[in-house]
């Protein structure tokens, strides 16, 4: 992640560090901005074991919104 301190000692975050690795899962998307959206899939011979939002997005404050993504094997 990066990060910039401005003069009132605030920290402000431009950027997430790396996303969650999710088990049985390939990602999409490169962009670690605040704001950027990355969505996860499962790989071939798994399947999701329920409907959930598989997108996942850098936040203002660095860090990622999370995602109850289960990839199962078939």
């Given at each position: 992640w990066k990060q910039i301190t401005n003069m009132s000692s605030s920290t402000i975050f431009?950027?997430?560090g790396?996303?969650?690795?999710?088990?049985?899962?390939?990602?999409?998307?490169n962009q670690f901005r605040i704001g950027s959206r990355l969505k996860y899939s499962c790989i071939q011979g798994y399947e999701?074991?329920?409907?959930?939002?598989?997108?996942?997005?850098?936040?203002?404050?660095?860090?990622?919104?999370?995602?109850?993504?289960?990839?199962?094997?078939?």
């Open positions: 431009t950027a997430c790396p996303p969650p690795t999710l088990p049985h899962t390939s990602l999409v998307g999701m074991t329920s409907s959930v939002d598989t997108q996942v997005e850098c936040t203002e404050d660095g860090s990622w919104t999370s995602t109850a993504l289960v990839c199962q094997g078939r």
